[in-house]
């Protein structure tokens, strides 16, 4: 008796529980599709999270800047030794954000020799909370290829005691059929006691 009494209260239960079987019609005025087409965010190719208040992307263009600016970022880090093109620079000094530039050639041959010290640099930068939300982005005009990128989050990554196996598996999510193995070598060897951390 009691069992057919839970029965029937849970039935109860599950049927206030249903969505209405017609949906509630909405509607929309001019006004607030004018404004969502707007405010459209799109985020800038390979965009990612990081860590709390660090993102990474490819280099962003003036269709990201909407989305860049819900970020609330403090700081950009670009990897890239071109002139930060002005209307970047623009959008940056509209918004209050700072711009560090950490410039490392590109290249695709197998043995590069990436700068250190320019690393441990950008790692001080990306380390100091007071620079976040930060955005760290590479390669002017070629959005898929992130070694630089790539390279900067694997040295974060062994600051944060990542074993290395999870690391080359971001490294190679993002670099795709161009990673490297001169890349990898690099992270591996990196020495992060030579990082001061805030």
């Known amino acids: 008796m009691q069992v057919d009494n839970l029965r029937g209260d849970i039935r109860a239960a599950i049927e206030d529980a249903s969505p209405p079987s017609t949906p509630r019609k909405v509607t929309w005025t001019e006004d ?19 860590d709390y208040g660090i993102f990474r992307s490819g280099f962003p263009d003036s269709a990201d800047f909407s989305f860049l600016k819900s970020l609330g970022l403090r700081s950009v880090i670009c990897l ?56 760290i982005h590479c390669k002017r005009g070629k959005f898929t290829l992130q070694h630089r990128t790539g390279c900067l989050v694997g040295c974060l990554r062994k600051l944060q005691k990542w074993c290395l196996s999870s690391i080359f598996d971001e490294y190679q999510r993002f670099a795709a059929t161009k990673a490297r193995l001169s890349d990898q070598r690099f992270m591996e060897l990196f020495d992060i006691s030579s990082v001061r951390r805030h």
């Open 32 to 50: 607030e599709v004018d404004r969502d087409e707007e405010e459209l965010f799109v985020p800038p190719l390979n965009f990612a999270m990081v």
């Open 80 to 135: 890239c030794p071109e002139p930060y093109p002005e209307v970047n620079n623009e959008f940056l000094k509209a918004n209050g954000i700072r711009l560090f530039q950490f410039g490392m050639d590109g290249c695709k041959e197998p043995f590069v020799n990436i700068p250190e010290e320019t690393i441990r640099e950008a790692l001080r930068v990306v380390l100091d909370i007071k620079n976040h939300p930060i955005l």
